[in-house]
């Protein structure tokens, strides 16, 4: 059982940026897709970013193109999540997760192992 830890969540005006981490332990992570996923209050959990085992397929929600880009280091047994121009909306408990498979999914129902999250607030 693979466990998923993330970090670099924080406070962040409108317009900034952070990069999140998630670091897997206990199994290798470079044979399956990974995600990235946010859920907010009184939310239901939604698709954010995506990467395939090799890192050369990724997909995003509408939300994130052309703001944040996902990727991997394979020997690191990490995935990032970078976020540009954030706004206030992005505001949510983001979570990394690793899918059963090897494709980049954005159906939350192939991810079987998440970590707690790590919490991103953007003011405005």
């Known amino acids: 059982q693979v466990q998923l830890v993330e970090s670099g969540g924080g406070l962040v005006q409108a317009g900034g940026s952070l990069r999140l981490s998630c670091a897997a332990t206990g199994r290798t992570i470079r044979s399956v897709a990974m995600g990235w996923f946010r859920q907010s209050p009184g939310k239901e959990r939604e698709f954010v970013a995506s990467i395939s085992w090799s890192g050369s397929i990724t997909n995003y929600a509408d939300s994130a193109k052309g703001r944040f880009t996902v990727s991997r280091d394979n020997a690191k047994n990490t995935v990032y999540l970078q976020m540009n121009s954030l706004k206030p909306e992005d505001t949510a408990l983001y979570y990394c997760?690793?899918?059963?498979?090897?494709?980049?999914?954005?159906?939350?129902?192939?991810?079987?192992?998440w970590g707690q999250g790590t919490q991103v607030t953007v003011s405005s």
């Open positions: 997760a690793a899918s059963s498979g090897i494709y980049s999914s954005p159906r939350i129902n192939e991810y079987t192992s």
